[in-house]
């Protein structure tokens, strides 16, 4: 999946290069909003952890996940790819924190804004 990320032209930074492994997520989702990155994760249940849900709402975080978690690492990097564009987009006209979902055909989902209850689909070209 990074390179994925990386060839469409994003940085990307891998979890382990700045955080322990078994590090409670609610004590890095903070670092993730403060440096004003986006969360690209298989960790669906992120968004129902009443603490971790808080964590991303209370830091800014502007998550993205996989809606399944069963895609094998080249279907994911299949979805990444096409959903790409459409993440692009969402983080230039959503303002952080929300939650949004990568299904298997590329397509992205937003989820939670933290503010308003809507879920709209953003198309693809």
């Known amino acids: 999946m990074i390179e ?3 060839e469409h032209g994003a940085v ?3 979890h382990l290069d700045h955080f322990q492994p078994g590090t409670e997520d609610t004590e890095w989702l903070p670092h993730i909003g403060r440096r004003g990155w986006c969360l690209v994760t298989t960790d669906a249940r992120i968004r129902r952890n009443t603490l971790e849900k808080e ?3 209370a830091s800014g975080v502007r ?3 996989f809606s399944r978690n069963q895609l094998s690492g080249k279907e994911m990097g299949a979805a990444l790819k096409r ?3 459409q ?3 969402l983080v230039n006209v959503q ?5 949004a979902s990568i299904n298997k055909k590329g397509d992205v989902t937003l ?3 933290f503010d308003i209850a809507r879920s709209e689909k953003i198309e693809q070209p």
């Open 111 to 113: 989820r939670d804004t």
């Open 63 to 65: 998550m993205f996940y």
């Open 12 to 14: 990307c930074e891998k």
């Open 4 to 6: 994925v990320i990386e």
């Open 95 to 99: 303002p952080a924190p929300f939650t």
């Open 87 to 89: 993440m692009e987009e």
């Open 83 to 85: 959903a790409l564009p």
């Open 55 to 57: 964590a991303v709402r």
